[in-house]
């Protein structure tokens, strides 16, 4: 099951998921769904980002030094987690990104302040025109659970990304990764992670009001199905 809705400012990055698409099927296929690539962390969700943008034919880097700004535009020396841009064109966006790996028991306001904080860090960076937030979502599924449960919070949480704003929305699982167990890392009792979800949102346009941001973002009649 895949899903992909991505608004006219990041339109150019449809390949990409396209890409990441076939690249996590790849990944699961050669350790015969032993190991899934989003399990891990944050660092190894954007390396599957960035290879995706290259396989695509675009040009990215990760990790990479550059000025930051604070409070009352202090500067400072920080990192962007990742620039994705087209090779021959002008759109070009630095990302801050996130993961989390929520439960059943998500909270209602959980997804708002996730996409907050996306906004936080990526108004911290300046070198260009778009600046935004890409938080992975890896839904943690307790064992027993059904695949009902697992989609129904994958709506709850597309809803409630909807609810606050997002300008892209990409969504993907597949009948083998349903079927992997892992322990989590803090008790390791084993669980489902079946699926993942990228939501990108921009925080910021140099010269944009933040009206036409919003008039810009995802229909909340967006859905996965």
């Not at 704003?165 to 989590?184: A, M, N, Q, R, Y």
Request: charged fraction near 30%.
């Amino acid at each position: 099951m895949k899903t992909l809705h991505l608004n006219d400012r990041v339109s150019f990055l449809k390949p990409v998921f396209l890409q990441l698409e076939k690249n996590l099927k790849q990944y699961g296929q050669a350790f015969e769904w032993s190991e899934l690539p989003y399990f891990f962390n944050e660092r190894a969700t954007v390396s599957l980002v960035q290879a995706a943008s290259w396989q695509a034919n675009l040009l990215a880097i990760e990790e990479y030094v550059t000025t930051k700004y604070g409070a009352k535009n202090k500067r400072g020396k920080g990192r962007c987690d990742i620039y994705i841009a087209e090779k021959t064109g002008h759109q070009e966006i630095e990302f801050e990104a996130k993961q989390k790996w929520p439960t059943l028991k998500l909270r209602p306001d959980s997804v708002k302040k996730w996409l907050k904080k996306g906004d936080e860090d990526a108004n911290r960076n300046r070198d260009t025109e778009v600046q935004a937030s890409l938080t992975f979502v890896v839904p943690k599924i307790r064992i027993g659970a059904k695949n009902e449960d697992h989609i129904a919070l994958v709506n709850k949480i597309v809803e409630k990304a909807l609810e606050a704003g997002i300008d892209g929305l990409h969504f993907w699982t597949s009948p083998e990764s349903w079927k992997h167990e892992s322990p989590d890392r803090a008790k390791g009792i084993p669980y489902r992670w079946p699926s993942l979800i990228t939501l990108i949102r921009i925080a910021k346009v140099r010269g944009e009001k933040p009206s036409v941001l919003k008039a810009n973002r995802l229909p909340i009649s967006t859905s996965i199905t």
